[in-house]
């Protein structure tokens, strides 16, 4: 069964120019108190309107589809899947990369990568906010098998 990733219950439009997501679940756009913030959003260059899409805990994919990110963000022509961590320890980095590549796969095969030009993958943890990964491959690995760009630090900047 095809997964609408188009519920108008779980999308959310904003041009501010600095904003936090919030993972309650669902994940959500806040304009206040930043100590609650799982990620920061700098969209202050061009203060594009930005849909925020909260997957996890309210798009309906069931769980033998595999996990799933928090959100997504589209803007002009631009399509950002991101995970939102708030860990130590652990394996969360390479979790996070996983549950991006799941959905995105799921978007892939239920609606339409095509009309996005810039595709972008995004994991911010609030307690790790400067990760260094062990390298290039962990980025590389990730662009080769979905063709998008992985970042991970704590402040999303819409470019």
């Known amino acids: 069964m095809a997964i609408n990733f188009f519920n ?5 439009n904003t041009n501010e120019p600095f904003f936090g997501l919030v993972d309650l679940p669902p994940a959500t756009i806040s304009l206040e108190n930043e100590t609650n ?4 959003i700098d969209n202050s260059a061009q ?5 925020l899409t909260a997957i996890d ?5 069931s769980r033998a589809e595999g996990e799933r990110c928090e959100a997504m963000i ?5 399509i950002m899947f991101i995970e939102l961590k708030d860990r130590d320890s652990g394996r969360w980095a390479g979790k ?8 995105i796969r799921l978007y ?3 609606a339409d990568l095509g009309v996005f030009t810039r595709k972008y993958a995004h994991i911010a943890n609030k307690r790790r906010p400067y990760f260094k990964s062990g390298g290039s491959s962990f ?3 990730f662009e080769d098998r979905t063709d998008f760009v992985l970042r991970v630090s704590y402040e999303i900047i819409i470019t």
């Open 37 to 40: 913030w799982n990620a920061e």
């Open 57 to 61: 805990g309210c798009i309906e994919i």
């Open 108 to 110: 892939d095969r239920d």
């Open 139 to 141: 980025f590389q690995e």
């Open 74 to 78: 589209t803007y002009d022509n631009a």
């Open 8 to 12: 108008p219950d779980c999308i959310r």
């Open 96 to 103: 996070a990369r996983d549950q991006l590549e799941n959905s």
């Open 47 to 51: 203060c594009f309107t930005i849909t």
